[in-house]
Antibody, heavy 120, light 110 residues
Framework: QVQLLESGPGLVTPSQTLSLTCTVS??????????WSWIRQHPGKGLEWIGY???????YYNPSLRSRVTISVDTSKNQFSLNLSSVTAADTAVYYC????????????WGPGATVTVSS | QSALTQPPSVSGSPGQSVTISCTGT?????????VSWYQQPPGTAPKLIIY???NRPSGVPDRFSGSKSGNTASLTISGLQAEDEADYYC??????????FGGGTKLTVL
């Protein structure tokens, strides 16, 4: 079955860019009917949707983060990536990649999460 | 887009039923049946347990059920088991074409 796995640096310096990649295995990212999303969870807090990408490359972002977020896709590697610029300590969180089934707008598959700490 | 409102905690004894509420607005829960619920045991990723208000993915016990009335959705867990102890989050699609989550509810099985 489809599995997701996040990868990237666990420590990012303030004002720099946070970069994470989600590798999709067990299925193709070009399968129709799905959005591929990034969601984060601040320590001890709830979940926050960051944005999604379709395999065609079309994206949509949370308005609160839109000015700093870029999500891209590499279909040849079956991966999609998150770039979050100008990070501060407030961006310290566990970052999840997740698959959204468009027909019901539910996140049916999640990666295990990547902990990212913003600190000098 | 403000987060959906959930009670911080609920508790129940094994075998009992508990209900977790999730209150939104006419811009999210009130506009769509695109409400989902997620179970998150400590240190793990969220797991989808309810989608489209009341549907259960394959493998989720029928002890978990969902409903919606107006701007409020609810998750009911009947026949509580120790393994149900976890954080639970609701989510809704919104009229802004985004997703919003609740703040989470910690379920304690006494």
């Amino acid at each position: 079955q489809v599995q997701l796995l996040e990868s990237g640096p666990g420590l990012v310096t303030p004002s720099q860019t946070l970069s994470l990649t989600c590798t999709v295995s067990g299925g193709s990212i070009t399968s129709g009917g799905y959005y591929w999303s990034w969601i984060r969870q601040h320590p001890g807090k709830g979940l926050e949707w960051i944005g999604y990408i379709f395999h065609s490359g079309s994206t949509y972002y949370n308005p609160s983060l839109r000015s700093r977020v870029t999500i891209s896709v590499d279909t040849s590697k079956n991966q999609f990536s998150l770039n979050l610029s100008s990070v501060t300590a407030a961006d310290t969180a566990v970052y999840y990649c997740a698959r959204d089934f468009i027909a019901d707008d539910a996140f049916d598959i999640w990666g295990p999460g990547a902990t990212v700490t913003v600190s000098s | 887009q403000s987060a959906l409102t959930q009670p911080p905690s609920v508790s129940g004894s094994p075998g009992q039923s508990v209900t977790i509420s999730c209150t939104g607005t006419s811009s999210d829960i009130g506009s769509y049946n695109r409400v989902s619920w997620y179970q998150q045991p400590p240190g793990t990723a969220p797991k989808l347990i309810i989608y489209e208000v009341s549907n259960r993915p394959s493998g989720v016990p029928d002890r978990f059920s969902g409903s919606k009335s107006g701007n409020t959705a609810s998750l009911t867990i009947s026949g509580l088991q120790a393994e149900d102890e976890a954080d639970y989050y609701c989510s809704s699609y919104t009229t802004s074409s985004t997703w919003v989550f609740g703040g989470g509810t910690k379920l304690t099985v006494l």
